[in-house]
Structures are given as structure tokens and as C-alpha cells.
């Protein structure tokens, strides 16, 4: 009797098994097909992402390439080391991507990607994933709204200290009415993330020059 | 009625997984929010549907029905990644918009469900035409209900097409409401179970009439029991 059993669940086994082998090798198949397209796709992605927050002049060096890492740093709410990219004209830098995250969002943690330019210029944001009330809060998001550009081309001399605020609280920036907390969380980290540029600029924008040092004097 | 009549029939309308049914809910309910999300969700639905069903349909002679289960989920989550990574490489606007709902279908109950009932008694051609046609009778209620949520709850019809088929249809996008302020209990998920509720009772009530077209005729319909 037992014999039957033990010979019954083995075959029973060997055919899943097979069936495991089959499908798995068909999915390791399409995924050794589809593995270069995807890249090559998320990276078109990315660039045109980039290409959204800063205009293709500024730089002419492969953005994807030329990165710097970012420890977690309580002023881009990171917690873990971030990838940030460097933009360069002749290898001198002139603007940074990287991101940001504000946690005090009306639900859920607020994703940024920003762009700043060398001299502590805002060039663009964009909001990559957020949870905030859809119709409400999330106007945020340049597929609802344009309020995000509110930021292009602002600095920390364009507006002072108290005005890196929303209306409300006394500072520059817009708001829809209904939905204060999640600008609020927005403006108050791009603020901080400007101020992190600013106040780490000489590493992060001489950090691992790819590109041919250039033999012009640096503009400083 | 031939048997593809049938199955047609079945998976529209006598069996239609969203309004009788009532599997798959976890995809009908969270990604309705629009006409495009509902369709779009829907129709990648079909493709798994139809695909599965005609991968396990060949074989059914050889899964022991001691293992078919896993067999079948293993099938099915084989051909979901397949098709997630496809189109992933050879679709990238497509899976933007659907790119996180697709591995949702893994779970989604009405796939297993077909498998186990049809496709693992069934010849291939109509089990491909089943899980085909349930897809769609699911994608006509995923369509109906993202279209009441957001017409009800931000006044417009087909938003987001020009983030699902390129910029140039953004022209197709319908202000039906202007000016309208929204109604945000349509779009939470809330308005998924009241908006399905509606549609259930539509499908009743039509079922109802045509079962009985005389009583209904005249208005005068009484409780059965």
C-alpha cells in the first residue's frame, strides 16, 4: 500500500516538476528576449523625464552615465543612498537631478525629482509618485495641473526664507483651495532640497568629473 | 445556438463575470477610476484569459487532478510575466498606463476560475473563445463603471487616452460637465461598490423584464416570494 502511495505522489511530483521546467524556460526566454528593449526603454523613460525638468542646452554629456551618490539626508527626507545625475556643458557642471521626498504629504510619502542648476536656480520639478486625494490634492501632478512650474526658476534669492511657503502661511507659492497640506509638504521640500544643493555644492558638482576636464577657467 | 454563440452569450451576458458572477472583483473595484483605466485593465484581462485557457486547454489530459491547481496557477503566472515583460519591452506607453495592474491579474480570480471550469474540460479553440469572451463581457462592465465614476465624480469621459495611445488623442478627451466642481465619493473606492451596485441591479432588473416581458409591460411587478 505504501508503495502505491509513494510511487503515486512521485509521478504526481515529476509532472509538476515538468510543468515548472516548461514554464520556467519559457519565462527565461522572454525575459533574455525582452531584457534589452526594457532597458533601453526605461532609459528613454528617464530621459525624457529629465528632458521635462531641464532644457537639452544645458547639457551635452549622458546624463544616465554621469551620476553621483547621495547619502540619505534628512533635508532631501532620504533614506536610503540615492543616484543623483550631474549635467555638464564640456565638463563643467551645470545643473543636478536628483530626488526628494516629502513625508509629510496628506497620505503617504511625496516623490520628487528636481533640477538644479549650478548657481541654485530651480529648473524644474516633477512629482513621480504620490497618494494624495485624486481631484483634491492632486493637482501636484503635471498630468492634472501646471502648478508644479510654479518652482522654475526660483532660488534662495528669488525668495526669502518665509516666502518658500504656501499663501496661506504667508509665503509666494499658490494653492487650490481644499487641499493645503499636501503644497504645503511639496514647497517645503523643494525648499530644503535647494538648500542641500546649495550648502553641498562644492561636492557634488566636482564629484567624479566623466567627461574631459575642460580647459576653460571654472566659472564660479 | 452553436457552442461559440453560446460561449459568447455566457461570457457578455448570462455569465458575465463582473455583474453575475462576481469574480475579479479586486481589479473592477480599485482600477475603475476612469473609462480608459476600466478598459484598458479589461482588455489586458482577455489576453491573459484567452491565453491561459488555451495554454492549459492542450494539456489537460495531463495534469493529475490531484495537482491541478498549482499546475494552473503556474500557468497563469508563467504567462502573466510573459506578457508583462512583452509588453513592458515592445509596449512601453502601454505599460505605463497598465503597468501596475497587470500583475494584478495574477490574483484576479476569474482567470483560475475559467481555467478550472472550462478550459480544463473544453477543446483548445473554445476554451480560447471563452476566456477571450468572459475577458470582454468583464472589460464592457470594467468600461461601464469607470465611465459612471467619472463622469459622476470629475465630469469627464475618456481622460488619460492620450497616456494610453499617444498625445495626438487628447482632442477625444469629453468635458461633459463644465466647470464642474467633482464629486470626490465617485472616484474613492466607495463609489466602486455604489457604482456596481447600480450596474447589478440594471442587469437584474433587464433580466427580469425580458423573463417576464408581460408583468413588466405593465408595470405591475410583484415580488416572486
Known amino acids: 500500500m505504501p508503495e502505491t502511495i509513494i510511487r503515486h ?10 510543468f515548472a521546467i516548461v514554464f520556467t524556460s519559457l519565462m527565461a526566454y522572454v525575459f533574455n528576449v525582452t531584457k534589452a ?10 530621459m525624457s523625464l529629465f528632458r521635462q525638468i531641464m532644457p537639452e542646452h544645458m547639457h551635452d554629456n549622458d546624463l544616465l552615465k554621469d551620476t553621483v551618490d547621495i547619502p540619505p539626508n534628512p533635508l ?7 543616484v543623483a545625475n550631474i549635467a555638464r556643458i564640456q565638463g563643467q557642471p551645470t545643473a543636478i537631478i536628483l530626488e526628494a521626498i516629502a513625508h509629510d504629504g496628506y497620505s503617504g510619502d511625496i516623490k520628487l525629482l528636481l533640477a538644479i542648476e549650478a548657481d541654485g536656480v530651480v529648473s524644474g520639478v516633477r512629482v513621480i509618485t504620490h497618494k494624495e486625494t485624486p481631484g483634491l490634492g492632486d493637482y501636484i501632478d503635471i498630468a492634472k495641473n501646471n502648478w508644479i512650474k510654479l518652482f522654475d526658476g526660483q ?10 511657503r504656501v499663501k496661506k502661511d504667508g509665503g509666494k507659492f499658490d494653492y487650490m483651495a481644499g487641499a493645503t497640506i499636501t503644497p504645503r509638504a511639496v514647497v517645503s521640500a523643494v525648499h530644503k532640497a535647494l538648500q542641500y544643493v546649495v550648502q553641498n555644492k562644492q561636492v557634488l558638482f566636482t564629484a567624479q568629473i566623466n567627461q574631459q576636464p575642460s580647459a576653460q577657467a571654472e566659472k564660479k | 445556438m452553436s457552442q461559440f454563440t453560446e460561449i459568447a452569450y455566457n461570457g457578455l451576458w448570462k455569465q458575465n463575470p463582473g455583474v453575475v458572477q462576481l469574480l475579479g472583483l479586486c481589479p473592477t473595484l480599485a482600477v475603475t477610476t476612469s473609462v480608459v483605466n476600466g478598459v484598458s485593465l479589461g482588455l489586458a484581462t482577455a489576453l491573459v484569459m484567452a491565453a491561459s485557457n488555451g495554454a492549459v486547454s492542450p494539456v489537460r489530459k495531463f495534469v493529475p487532478d490531484e495537482i491541478r491547481v498549482p499546475v494552473f496557477i503556474l500557468v497563469i ?7 508583462d515583460l512583452a509588453i513592458h519591452g515592445f509596449a512601453e506607453p502601454l505599460h505605463k498606463v497598465l503597468g501596475i495592474f497587470i500583475p494584478l491579474i495574477v490574483v484576479n480570480c476569474i482567470v483560475l476560475a475559467r481555467v478550472e471550469s472550462f478550459a480544463a474540460k473544453n477543446a483548445p479553440a473554445p476554451a480560447i473563445w471563452d476566456g477571450f469572451m468572459m475577458g ?23 481622460s488619460g487616452l492620450d497616456l494610453a495611445l499617444g498625445p ?19 472616484i474613492l473606492p466607495p463609489g466602486a461598490f455604489l457604482g456596481l451596485a447600480g450596474l447589478i441591479a440594471l442587469r ?12 413588466a409591460a405593465t408595470g405591475a411587478l410583484k415580488p416572486s416570494h
Open chain 2, 168 to 186: 495626438q488623442f487628447k482632442t477625444y478627451i469629453l468635458t461633459v460637465i463644465p466647470d464642474y466642481q467633482g464629486f470626490l465619493l465617485a
Open chain 1, 9 to 18: 505522489a512521485s509521478k504526481t511530483a515529476i509532472t509538476l516538476m515538468a
Open chain 2, 136 to 158: 470582454i463581457g468583464l472589460t464592457v462592465v470594467l468600461a461601464f463603471l469607470g465611465g459612471i465614476r467619472e463622469l459622476v465624480g470629475k465630469g469627464t469621459l475618456f
Open chain 2, 204 to 215: 437584474n432588473w433587464a433580466e427580469i423584464r425580458k423573463t417576464k416581458p408581460n408583468v
Open chain 2, 77 to 83: 503566472a508563467a504567462l502573466v510575466t510573459m506578457i
Open chain 1, 76 to 82: 532631501l527626507g532620504t533614506t536610503q543612498t540615492t
Open chain 1, 155 to 164: 532660488s534662495l534669492h528669488t525668495y526669502t526664507e518665509a516666502d518658500w
Open chain 1, 37 to 46: 528593449p526594457i532597458e533601453q526603454s526605461e532609459a528613454a523613460a528617464r
